[in-house]
C-alpha cells in the first residue's frame, strides 16, 4: 500500500548509530511496561502505544513493521497522514493510524536511543469482518430438479463460517476457501431438490465471524421454482338459460406465471359476442347456438395445460335436473329411509302387543286386535266362527 509515500524511508542517521547510540528494549526494565499488541477492524483507527520507563530525554523512533521510521522523537518521518500522534510524555508515546487496512498489519517498533540495543514491538492485528454474503443460483430450479445454490462472501480475516439454514435446520453444503494474500473468500455450495410446492420457500445464508459476535449477516434467499402451468375454468353457477350471460373465469397457475391465456372453442370460432378481458371469457345473450365445448389453455418455458367447460344453454322455459340437485336427492333418500325404519318400527311394536294380548285372551282386545281374529276365524272353518261369535258377545 502506497509504496510511493513508504519509500520515503527515513532511518535513523547513521551518524546516531555510530555514536553507540543504542537502541533500548523498554520493556526490558519492567516486564509490566511492554508494548500492547492490538487488533483492530479493517477502515478503524489503531493506537500504538509505547510506554517509555525512567525516560532522559533521549530520541524515540517508531517504525513500521518495513522498519520505516514513522516518527522520529516527535517529528514526522513518513509521509502518510494516517498517523498522528497524539501523546509524548514522560512516560507514554502514543501514536493513531486512521482507516487501517491488511496491509498495515504486523510489528510496530518502540526504539529509545540509548544505552540498550533493545526495542519494544506492538503487533498490530487487522481483521475484515464479511459483509452480507451473495448468493449464485448456479442451476436454476426446474420442479422434479435440483437447485444449486452458492453462498459466498468474498472478503474476511480470519474466514466467515457460511452457513445455509431452511426453517432453522442447517442444511449442509460443500465449502471452500481461496486465499487471497491477507483474506480469505468463503463459499458454501448446496444442492436441495426442489417440487412445486417449494416455490417461494425461504432459505438463508449465516455468515459469522469473531468480529461479529453472536450476530450473523444473513442474505435471505427465496427459491424460484419453475413449474409447467396449470388451468382450471370456474363454471358459472346454476345452468344457463338463453338471454343470460356467461362469464368464465380461467384460474392459471405457473412458474413463470402465464403471461396470457388462450380462449377458444372446440371445432368452432368464438361466438361474435365473446368478449376476452385478463382470463375471463364473457358472452352475453347467450343463444342455444353457443353451445359447445369452451377451451382454456395456457403455456410457458415448462410446458402447456387446458381445462374445457362444456356450454349448454336451455330454453327460458325449460324444467331441468341440475347438478345441484344432488344434495336434495340424498337428503330425501335419507329422509325417506327415516320414515320406513319409523313406520317398522311403529309395526314390530304394534305387533308385540297384539301378541301379547292374544296371550291374555282378555275381552278388551282393540279392534284391530279383534279384527286379525275374525280374520283368522273365517280362514279356519265354522268351528273356530263359533267360538268368535262367543268372543263377540
Ligand atoms: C503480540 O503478538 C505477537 C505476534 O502475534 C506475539 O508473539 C506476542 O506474544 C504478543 N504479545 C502479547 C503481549 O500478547
Ligand atoms: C525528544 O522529544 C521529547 C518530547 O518532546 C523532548 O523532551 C526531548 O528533548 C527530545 N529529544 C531530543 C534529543 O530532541
Ligand atoms: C481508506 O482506505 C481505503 C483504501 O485502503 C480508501 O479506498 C478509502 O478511501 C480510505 N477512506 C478514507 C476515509 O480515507
Ligand atoms: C370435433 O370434431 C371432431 C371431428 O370432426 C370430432 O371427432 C369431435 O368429437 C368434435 N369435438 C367436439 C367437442 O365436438
Ligand atoms: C343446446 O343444449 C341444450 C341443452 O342440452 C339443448 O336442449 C339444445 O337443443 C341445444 N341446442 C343446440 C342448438 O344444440
Known sequence: MR????????????????????????????????AENVTVLEGGTAQISCRLQNYDGSIVVIQNPRRQTLFF???????DDRFQMVLFTQRLVRITLSNVSVWDEGGYFCQLYTD????????????????????EVKTEAVEGGEVELTCLSPRSKPPATLRWMRDRREISGVVSQQDYGKTVSVSN?????????????????EASH?????????RHYRLDVHFAPTVRI???????????SLSLTCSVSGNPLPRNVQWSRVNDTLPERAEISGSTLTVSRLSQAHNGTYLCQAHNNY????????????????????????????IGGVLALLVFTVICGLIVTIWCSVRQKGSYLTHEASGLD????VQEAFLNGSDSREGKKEYLL
Open 73 to 79: 522523537n516527535g517529528t514526522r518521518a513518513l509521509k
Open 189 to 205: 455450495t448446496i444442492r436441495i431438490p426442489v417440487e412445486r410446492r417449494d416455490n417461494g420457500a425461504a432459505v438463508s445464508c
Open 210 to 218: 469473531p468480529a461479529l459476535g453472536a450476530q450473523k449477516r444473513v
Open 234 to 244: 370456474i363454471p358459472p353457477p346454476g345452468i344457463l338459460r338463453e338471454g343470460d
Open 3 to 34: 509504496p510511493g509515500l513508504r519509500s520515503l524511508l527515513l532511518t535513523p542517521p547513521p551518524s546516531l548509530a555510530l555514536h553507540a547510540v543504542i537502541l533500548l528494549s523498554l520493556g526490558l526494565r519492567c516486564q509490566a511496561v511492554q
Open 116 to 135: 540498550d540495543t533493545h526495542h519494544q514491538v506492538a503487533t498490530l492485528s487487522v481483521i475484515v469482518p464479511p459483509e452480507v454474503p451473495t448468493v
Open 370 to 373: 279383534e279384527h286379525g281374529e
Open 303 to 330: 410446458g402447456r395445460a387446458a381445462d374445457h367447460y362444456t356450454l349448454l344453454v336451455y330454453d327460458p322455459g325449460a324444467v331441468v335436473e341440475t347438478h345441484s340437485a344432488v344434495p336434495y336427492a340424498v
